[in-house]
C-alpha cells in the first residue's frame, strides 16, 4: 500500500508484531498442475546447463537464502529449485523444461505476493530479480527489465527526469504491481501503473517471447493490464509511457480516537470533490476506540495544498488534527518519503530491497473495495474496534476512473477506493490473525460488498474470481484457455479457462 506499514504499526503500538520475523505452514500451496505417472522428470541438469545464471537447488548453500520472498511467514517453503535468470533465452528454456516435464512453475520478480503464490512447494521458480535494468529513451519511454524492484525504477527515472505512478513500498517488484493494475500516490494525476504500459515481452506456455501491444495480440496485452500476476506467461520486460517528474508536496494529518467516524465521512465525500492532483489515504488504525490519520500527496506546491486541506478540515466539523505535516518533495524524495526511506541514503534505501538485510515483514492482508461513500461510516469503523489491525482506505477516481472497466483487466475503474486490511503478525499468532482478518472482510463485505484488489490477494477469498475481475472475468479466461491451454501457469487462484 501507498504508506510505509512498518512505520505505522509502530505509531499503532503494532511494531512488535510487525516486526517479529518466523517460519510458517502458511495457505495451500499444492499447485492443480497434477502430474501424472507417465510424466518425464524434470531435466534440472539440462536446464543448468543452457541457463547463463544459477540453477540453485535444495542440496546447495545459497537455497535457503534463494527461495526467500518478502513475507518471512514463507521460510519454509520448499521450491524444488530457483532459476536465477540473466537473459529472456533463460526464461524460456526454464518454461520449456518445465512444460515438457507438466512440472509446476511459478515467476518471482519482487516476491510479494500476499500469499506466496511466487514460490510455491515443489515448483520451478523463475527468479527474474537480475533482471533489473531500467533504460530511459529520449522520448520519455521506460523499458523496465521484470525483475525490477520500485526504488530501481523511481530512483533511475528520477536521473532522467521522469516518473512513473507506481507504488510505494522499495521492494516491491514492478512485474508484479503492474499484472494486477498498480496503485500508488500519483494514480488519480497519472493513472494505475498498467495505464502508462505501452507494450511488454512475455515468454508464453509454448516458450514463445511474444512482445504484445496495443496493436500486437491486444487480447493478450488487454489481459497483462490488471489480469494479476502469474497467469498467461512470463514477463520479461516492461515498456512504459512515464511522465516528467513532478514537484510534489506530502502530507499526514492524525486525528484523535474516537473522531474516526467523522474523519471518514468527512474524507470521502472531500476527496471526490478534489482535483487529480490531490491523492490521499484515510487510515483506521484499530484500537479501542480506533483512530484515524489522513495521508496523502499533492502535485503542487503546498500553497495549492493548504486551501484543499482547509475543506477536509470544515467536511469533518473543523475537527483540529493532533499532528499535521505538510512538505515538499521532489519525486524521488516524495517516493523515498512513502518507502518509509526518508532518512536514508540512496544506498541503504536500495538495499531494503534485497539482500540479507532486506527488511522484510510477517503480515496477512485481505482487501474490499469501497464502490461508493458509505452512508454510515461509523459502521465500517466498528469493524475494526478492538481489531489490532490497520485498515488502509486508499482513494482512486481522476485518472483511474476515465478508464473504462472493459478496456484493461482491471475492473473496479469507478470505485471511490480500495480498503486493505493488513496485520502484522508471527508464526505463533499467524492462525489467528487470519481468522480476525477474514471476520472483519467478511463484515465489511455486507457494507461495501463483495470486491476484492487482484495485487491483495487472499487465499480465503470467498468467490475470489468474481471479486477481483468482476465483469472481465469471461475475457480473461478466454485469454488463458488461448495462450495457455494445458494450464502450464498455475496456482491456487489463476485464472482458468473453465
Ligand atoms: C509491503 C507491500 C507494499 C505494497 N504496496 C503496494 C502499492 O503501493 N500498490 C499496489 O498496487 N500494490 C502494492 N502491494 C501489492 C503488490 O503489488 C503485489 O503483492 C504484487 O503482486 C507484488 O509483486 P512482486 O513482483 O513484488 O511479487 P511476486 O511475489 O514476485 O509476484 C506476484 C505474482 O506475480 C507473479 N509474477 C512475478 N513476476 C512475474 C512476471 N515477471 N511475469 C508474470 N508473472 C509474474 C508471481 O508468480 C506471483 O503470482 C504491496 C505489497 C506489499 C507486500
Given at each position: ?18 516486526a517479529?520475523l ?5 495457505p495451500?500451496?499444492?499447485?492443480p498442475l ?11 541438469a ?5 541457463l ?37 533465452e ?18 518471482r520478480?519482487?516476491?510479494?505476493s ?11 521458480i ?8 531500467v533504460?530511459v529513451?529520449?522520448n520519455?519511454?521506460a523499458v523496465?527489465?521484470g525483475?525490477a524492484?520500485?526504488i ?13 505512478p ?10 508484479g ?29 509454448d516458450?514463445t ?5 496495443a ?9 497483462l493490464?490488471?489480469?494479476?500476476g502469474?497467469?498467461f506467461?512470463?514477463v ?19 486525528f ?6 467523522d ?8 476527496i ?15 484500537g ?9 500527496c499533492y ?7 493548504n486551501?484543499?486541506?482547509?475543506d477536509?478540515?470544515f467536511?469533518i ?6 499532528l ?7 519525486c524521488?524524495n ?17 538495499d531494503?530491497a534485497?539482500?540479507?538485510q532486506w ?9 474490499r473495495i ?26 482512486l ?17 469507478g470505485a ?6 493488513y496485520?502484522g503478525?508471527?508464526?505463533a ?23 476484492a ?13 468474481q471479486a ?5 472475468l469471461?475475457?480473461l ?9 494445458d494450464?502450464l501457469?498455475?496456482?491456487p ?6
Amino acid at each position: 500500500m501507498p504508506i510505509n506499514r512498518r512505520a505505522f504499526l509502530h505509531a499503532a503500538g503494532l511494531g512488535a508484531a510487525a516486526a517479529t520475523l518466523g517460519g510458517c505452514s502458511g495457505p495451500q500451496t499444492t499447485s492443480p498442475l497434477q502430474r501424472g505417472t507417465s510424466d518425464p522428470p524434470v531435466d534440472f541438469a539440462g536446464l543448468a546447463r543452457k541457463l547463463s545464471g544459477p540453477l540453485i537447488t535444495p542440496d546447495q548453500p545459497g537455497y535457503h537464502l534463494a527461495r526467500r520472498s518478502f513475507n518471512p511467514l514463507f521460510d519454509n517453503r520448499t521450491p524444488a529449485a530457483i532459476a536465477q535468470c540473466r537473459r529472456i533465452e533463460d526464461v524460456q528454456a526454464c518454461v520449456s523444461t518445465a512444460a515438457a516435464a507438466r512440472a509446476p512453475i511459478a515467476a518471482r520478480s519482487g516476491g510479494h505476493s500476499y500469499p506466496g503464490y511466487s514460490t510455491p512447494d515443489g515448483a520451478l521458480i523463475v527468479d527474474l530479480s537480475a533482471m533489473s535494468s531500467v533504460e530511459v529513451n529520449a522520448n520519455g519511454t521506460a523499458v523496465i527489465g521484470g525483475g525490477a524492484r520500485l526504488i530501481d525504477v523511481y530512483t533511475s527515472l528520477a536521473g532522467a527526469g521522469r516518473c512513473l505512478p507506481a507504488g510505494s513500498c522499495p521492494s516491491v517488484g514492478i512485474a508484479g504491481l503492474t499484472l494486477g493494475g498498480g496503485i500508488g500516490v500519483l494514480s488519480r494525476k497519472y493513472g494505475l501503473t498498467c495505464d502508462r504500459l505501452l507494450s511488454a515481452t512475455v515468454v508464453t506456455a509454448d516458450g514463445t517471447a511474444r512482445t504484445v501491444s496495443a496493436s500486437a495480440q491486444p487480447d493478450l496485452f488487454w489481459a497483462l493490464r490488471g489480469g494479476g500476476g502469474g497467469n498467461f506467461g512470463i514477463v520479461t520486460s516492461f515498456t512504459f509511457d512515464t511522465v516528467p517528474a513532478p514537484q510534489l508536496t506530502v502530507f499526514q494529518l492524525d486525528f484523535p480516537a474516537g473522531s474516526v467516524p467523522d474523519v471518514l465521512g468527512g474524507w470521502q465525500q472531500w476527496i471526490i470533490n478534489m482535483p487529480d492532483e490531490l491523492w490521499s489515504k484515510c487510515n483506521i488504525i484499530g484500537g479501542s476506540p480506533p483512530s484515524g490519520t489522513v495521508i496523502g500527496c499533492y502535485v503542487g506546491p503546498a500553497t495549492g495544498l493548504n486551501p484543499l486541506l482547509a475543506d477536509l478540515t470544515f467536511r469533518i466539523g473543523n475537527l483540529q488534527p493532533t499532528l499535521r505535516t505538510v512538505a515538499e518533495h521532489d519525486c524521488l524524495n516524495a517516493m523515498r518519503y512513502f518507502a518509509g526511506c526518508s532518512d536514508k541514503s540512496t544506498t541503504e534505501c536500495h538495499d531494503q530491497a534485497s539482500g540479507p538485510q532486506w527488511n522484510r515483514e510477517a503480515f496477512v492482508a485481505t482487501s474490499r473495495i469501497v464502490t461508493e461513500p458509505v452512508t454510515d461510516p461509523g459502521q465500517i469503523v466498528s469493524v475494526f474496534d478492538g481489531r489490532r489491525v490497520i485498515a488502509m482506505v486508499d482513494g482512486l477516481r481522476g485518472a483511474v476512473g476515465r478508464v473504462r472497466s472493459a478496456d484493461t483487466a482491471f475492473p473496479h475503474r469507478g470505485a471511490l477506493a480500495t480498503m486493505q486490511i493488513y496485520l502484522g503478525t508471527s508464526l505463533a499468532e499467524r492462525a489467528a490473525a487470519a481468522s480476525s482478518m477474514a471476520q472483519m472482510r467478511d463484515q465489511l463485505t455486507g457494507i461495501v460488498g463483495g470486491g476484492a484488489y487482484v495485487n491483495y490477494l487472499d487465499a480465503g477469498m470467498p468467490n475470489w474470481a468474481q471479486a477481483y475481475y468482476a465483469d472481465n472475468l469471461t475475457r480473461l479466461r478466454q485469454v488463458a484457455q488461448r495462450y495457455d491451454p494445458d494450464r502450464l501457469f498455475t496456482f491456487p487462484q489463476a485464472i482458468t479457462s473453465g
